[in-house]
């Protein structure tokens, strides 16, 4: 393996923010800081990792919250989402305050990340895979050589995300999934934004929304 993961639950929503670490380099990458800022500063220290950046699947509150303030404080860059997103994270403050978070702050991304762009943590690079339906701006980070894809709220262990929010839709969420996802592979494993870890091959088999006995 040429990454170490580690899976903080942050926020109300249990939320699965992830610290990817390059074996070699000890750089990390942040994923979804949505909050509890302080937990996932001790389990970088704890990995022994040096931030470089933070990389973001999508702008609702618990996955971004904390991202500015995070950014600010180890001085890192902000990588993703999609500019589809640009909505949610102009809505920060409001979705905080509708859902009793934390006051959230709006922030620009210093880069915006598009389908097949790639991201680099440490000697890593991983893939950018653009996933709409959940939000419109979703991306989903796949590495190859882990056999790891870091999927965000497009796919759940037996579950789907949700596309009952604005701008969400099923059928664009479950083309997501089936053309984007599933081919890269039956063994490729998956960290949700919540809940457990899967494998693409598990859901193909078994998962009432996307099976492939559903299609």
């Known amino acids: 393996m040429s990454l170490s993961v580690a899976i903080i639950p942050v926020t109300a929503f249990a939320q699965n923010c992830s610290i990817l670490m390059c074996n070699k380099s000890k750089k990390a990458a942040v994923v979804d800081p949505g909050g509890d800022l302080e937990r996932i500063i001790e389990q970088l220290q704890r990995m022994g990792a040096t931030a470089e950046k933070i990389l973001l699947t999508h702008a609702h509150i618990d996955h971004a919250g904390g991202t500015a303030a995070l950014a600010r404080q180890l001085n890192v860059p902000i990588e993703g989402p999609q500019e589809g997103d640009l909505f949610w994270i102009q809505g920060l403050p409001n979705q905080s ?19 097949n762009d790639t991201v680099t943590v440490g000697e890593v690079t991983l893939q950018v895979i653009h996933t709409p339906g959940h939000t419109p701006g979703h991306v989903v980070f796949y590495s190859a050589n882990d056999k790891l894809a870091i999927v965000g709220d497009v796919l759940f262990q037996g579950s789907i995300g949700r596309t009952d929010f604005p701008q969400g839709n099923h059928e664009q969420l479950v083309h997501s999934i089936r053309a984007k ?15 457990p870890e899967s494998t693409f091959g598990q859901e193909r088999r078994t998962n ?8």
């Open 97 to 115: 305050a509708m859902f009793g978070f934390p006051p959230a702050e709006v922030f620009t991304p210093d880069r915006w990340l598009h389908d």
């Open 181 to 195: 996802l599933f081919p890269l592979g039956d063994d490729i494993t998956f960290i949700p934004g919540h809940g």
């Open 208 to 215: 009432p929304f996307v099976a492939d006995h559903r299609g």
